[in-house]
């Protein structure tokens, strides 16, 4: 069996090798361009390679993609439609979604801006305690890494909605969802403070987020995107933090990445930005994942993670 | 039965007083200098009263202080040493101690501090990532408070070690003890990377953390106090800060509060303060607590929480 790694750098390429070798030690494992001619098995890949990738790998029996959304691969031109695309489900992610979105929680409900403000100002002045029914977290996307996030907020006593393609039954997670009551999105964000935005981008989320669906939460909301920029409306945002219905946002996700030296949200008191960190892709764990469903698939048995191209992850 | 509040500040009696005749409608509830003369039953307080008061209430069967720590009643001069003195057991504020902790260890675990400096400066730029084995967690204190914190690292993952007066077994957290081997509070020290101090105030634990034990702990650690002031050596601490062996510190308390103008933590740049405010006293289940305990005096029964004077909690 060979696999054939083509990611986005060189230093990648060369752990992802040199891990993949280390759990399929009967496996040929070579970086692409760098191997023997001829068609892999399998490849692993951050993004979609060029066509003449595609031209020498004609049979793959799977493509693994190792970021958390696959919407730039399935976009690509170059990519055959009939290779079977698989994401990687969770292998470390999850964690490190939870401990991003509740550190954002955090730093609004315990009002940390006043208080480095009044450690600036060298003001020693308790403020107004909070009260966690006040708070009920929204979270939009319900897979592998949006369910650890509700079930985070949950054990932390947060009341906590999440809206997903189908209803679901989590235990004390409020279902709504976009195959549910007609009116759900809606009643979605009307009962949300904090709208965690953890979906993949497909024709359907696309631009999901806006002035008009935005406004739906209550005054003194805010949001947290972890998911792909493409889901926000930006200016809109911007819009309703401005006007005060937002009170604000913690983004790590951008239409444009990385965000232009000039784009307003930069100095918006009221949003923090993080350069598309909230949750790293860890070699270790992906390629353990990866390998298992290799060895899964040669046995012929089925594996979790297939991509579906019409519902677009 | 009668009950006096005899509360730090005339509305805060005005919401123990009506909470507790919620709670207990057959009891006769006063604010203390409002009430008829004759002692109370049971007194509720949260700091120690004047020597009017025990003039006063001679014959109390139970003091209820409704802070969560109590070394200045005890250090009263004027409460006579017979009155036997109940803590407020959790109500509410051990969720309070986790997240206050939780926010603290991710600020600098996620490095948000150089985020938001970048963001200032306009960067896109990821820094590496972290990886939770690096930050052991050491938790001085085990009592109802500080078991919740070390549980709720241990939650997301984190390796904790935990230091109290005698050896536990808790699943998942390394244990530590006064009571314990030689040398097991050096090993504590030795072992932890964030050390979080959430132990009552006693001649034990009065400046426990100094320039010598400080300097145990691995290079680039942390410290959070959400105890008291009086555990800490400010002037340790900021010295090493200012070596750079310790690289960060979380302070909720100090040894003078409120903290003085001119105190040098005030702009020190490795401290983060805020003004005792990490746990909140709520009225509402804190007197549900004293209330049960009330009625399980009357009954004869016995109740959790009774101070043990030589202890000093």
Redesign the interface.
């Known amino acids: 069996m060979r696999i054939t790694v083509a990611h986005h750098s060189p230093a990648s390429c060369q752990r992802w090798r040199d891990a993949l070798a280390r759990e399929l030690p009967d496996a040929e494992v070579d970086i692409w361009g760098q191997g023997r001619a001829g068609s892999a098995d399998y490849a692993i890949a951050w993004a979609a390679p060029a066509k003449e990738f595609f031209d020498q790998h004609a049979r793959l029996k799977a493509f693994f993609c190792t970021g958390a959304g696959v919407e730039k691969l399935l976009a690509s031109p170059v990519m055959p439609q009939t290779i079977p695309v698989i994401r990687l489900e969770d292998a470390g992610m999850g ?1 490190q979604m ?3 979105c ?2 954002a929680v ?2 609004w ?2 009002r ?1 801006s006043e ?2 403000e ?2 600036r100002a ?1 003001v ?4 107004p ?1 909070y009260d ?1 029914p006040d708070w009920p977290i929204g979270v939009f996307g319900l897979g592998v890494l949006g369910l650890q996030v509700a079930t985070a907020f949950r ?3 947060f009341n906590v909605n999440a809206f997903s393609r189908l209803p679901h039954e989590h235990p004390g997670i409020r279902s709504f969802a976009e195959q549910g009551a007609a009116g759900d999105f809606a009643a979605f964000m009307r009962a949300s403070r904090v709208l965690i935005i953890i979906a993949p981008l497909t024709p359907t989320t696309q631009d999901r987020f806006n002035r008009e669906t935005l406004a739906l939460m209550p005054p003194s909301s805010y949001v947290i995107n972890v998911a792909r920029g493409g889901l926000l409306v930006e200016e809109d945002l911007i819009e309703l933090l401005d006007r005060g219905h937002l009170a604000g946002a913690a983004l790590d996700v951008f239409r444009q ?3 232009p ?1 000039d784009h307003p949200l ?2 918006h008191p009221k949003v ?6 909230s949750a ?1 892709t ?1 070699i270790g764990p992906s390629a353990q994942q990866v390998a298992e469903k290799i060895r899964r698939l040669e046995r012929g048995e089925s594996i979790s993670g297939i991509v579906d191209r019409r519902r677009g992850y």
């Open positions: 964690a939870v401990d991003y509740v550190y955090l730093h409900l315990r940390r208080y480095d009044q450690q060298r020693w002045k308790q403020l305690a966690l054990a932390l006593g990445e990385p965000l030296q930069w100095s923090r930005i993080t350069p598309h960190v790293i860890l």
